[in-house]
């Protein structure tokens, strides 16, 4: 029993030893300090605020500076903006398959641009380890979610395998299934009925036997390039041969019919079916611009020489296809933006994804190439943003957990010097970013670019 009073009397020691304004918080803290927060869902700035992390999360947002023996680490923003970290809705990850072991070079580059969550679209076995280290800090990277290995004609050309693969990859881990072209409508449709049988969702591709009102029916979790939807505004009566689409649906440019644009439109919305536009794959690939002249962009220095080279070769045969005309491209590119303007006002919903590394696509710097396509398709700014940071985070069913700033939320930032929503550009050179807690400073982020770029030259 003395004992027992001993301890009270300890702790009430211990209380009146402790300032009226301190807070115990039993943890290591990072404060950041006299910063400007965007809410992102409303566009409003936060002035002067203070926000304290803890173990990756979000603690405390506070109007004046606290006082705890606790905070081991302050960050100055000097009244910098801060505002979530972007999902990548359409990434990719180097794995063996590709000849390119250094796979921490492109997640590096990704969380450059402020890219904290990553949805890579072609699964690996290593991806799903990447999952584990990235979440326990064990590599810097960005968040990781992560599809399937390709479901496509030749990888599943009977239901059976299907069947196989469906139930194979749920027990392995993967978090969706990979849609490629090529599957064959029976082939989808057993593919469909196992996948919400194990309880897994399937993305990508809408492959010519499906087309796009099956697919949207068929509650794919999302559909990327707007894959699809173009062969869907061509009226049935016009007879054409859906295999002669073209690139993403360009041959049938002529042959659209836009006011079926909001029939589509509202399918997605009564389904649930996210689309990721991928617009930059358009703007850049697919798109009249000299290669050559692309391959001398800053950001080009960040990749191989021999993917550069591919790169050029790969855009050159593109738009060497006596079908490829600028005039047509724009009209082509018309239809595009107004069913990416539609699918965000009266859709279920957009969310941001460029498909790095793709054709001139750099991992992270990509990105910023898919805002501007946004922009161009008629977005805000905030509309802009929101669906890189609010829409994943609903996508993902973590909303509270990502995408804001937020008590509770993953401690996944970009600051910036000025307020994005006013400049959009400030995106492009980040004062600092941060991953689950860790703080990656300007100068830290050019060191380790600058690394990258010397070893892309070998």
């Not at 009566?237 to 019919?257: M, Q, R, V």
């Not at 401690?411 to 307020?419: G, P, R």
Request: aromatic letters at 8%; one cysteine or more; charged letters at 25%.
């Amino acid at each position: 029993m003395k004992i027992f009073y001993f301890l009270i009397f300890i702790g009430f020691i211990s209380a009146c030893n402790t300032p009226k304004n301190e807070k115990i918080y039993n943890q290591d803290l990072t404060l950041i300090k006299d910063v400007n927060v965007l809410d992102v869902r409303t566009g409003d700035i936060l002035k002067n605020k203070f926000i304290l992390i803890g173990s990756g999360e979000v603690i405390d947002i506070l109007d004046e500076q606290p006082e705890s023996k606790e905070i081991v680490t302050v960050i100055e923003a000097s009244g910098n903006y801060l505002m979530p970290g972007l999902a990548e809705m359409h990434a990719h990850i180097p794995s063996p398959d590709w000849g390119r072991e250094n796979y921490e070079e492109t997640l590096f580059l990704y969380l450059s641009n402020g890219v904290t969550t990553i949805r890579g679209m072609l699964g690996h076995p290593l991806h799903l380890e990447l999952i584990e280290k990235a979440l326990k800090n064990e590599i810097l990277s960005p968040r990781i979610i992560t599809s399937s290995p390709s479901f496509n004609g030749n990888t599943v050309p009977t239901p059976e395998d299907a069947v196989e693969k469906v139930v194979a990859y749920k027990e392995a881990g993967y978090d969706f299934l990979k849609l490629h072209p090529g599957i064959k409508r029976e082939v989808f449709d057993t593919l469909v009925k196992t996948a919400k049988l194990v309880d897994i969702p399937y993305a990508g591709h809408v492959s010519i036997e499906v087309g796009i009102r099956h697919a949207l029916e068929s509650g794919y979790a999302t559909v990327d390039h707007v894959d699809g939807f173009i062969e869907g505004l061509v009226p049935e009566e016009k007879g054409l041969d859906p295999a002669s689409n073209g690139f993403f649906g360009y041959n049938f440019t002529n042959e659209a019919d836009t006011n079926l644009i909001s029939e589509l439109v509202e399918m997605t919305n009564t389904y649930g079916v996210w689309v990721v536009p991928t617009q930059s794959l358009f703007m850049r690939w697919f798109s009249p611009t000299d290669p050559e002249q692309l391959a001398l962009e800053e950001e080009m220095k960040y990749m191989p020489k021999r993917t550069l080279e591919s790169w050029v070769n790969s855009k050159k045969n593109l738009i060497s296809d006596p079908e490829f005309s600028a005039e047509k491209w724009e009209a082509y590119n018309a239809i595009r933006k107004s069913l990416i303007y539609q699918l965000n006002k009266k859709g279920h919903g957009l969310l941001l994804g460029s498909d790095a590394p793709q054709v001139f696509n750099v991992p992270g710097f990509s990105i910023q190439h898919e805002l501007k396509g946004m922009l161009d398709a008629g977005l805000t700014p905030l509309e802009a943003i929101q669906i890189g940071t609010l829409n994943p985070a609903k996508y993902l069913n973590m909303e509270g957990k990502l995408g804001e700033v937020a008590i509770g939320a993953s401690a996944d930032f970009i600051m910036l010097e000025a307020n994005p929503i006013e400049n959009m550009d400030v995106l492009k050179t980040p004062a600092g970013v941060m991953v689950r807690g860790q703080w990656l400073s300007r100068e830290t982020l050019d060191k380790k670019l600058a690394e990258i770029a010397r070893s892309s030259e070998q």
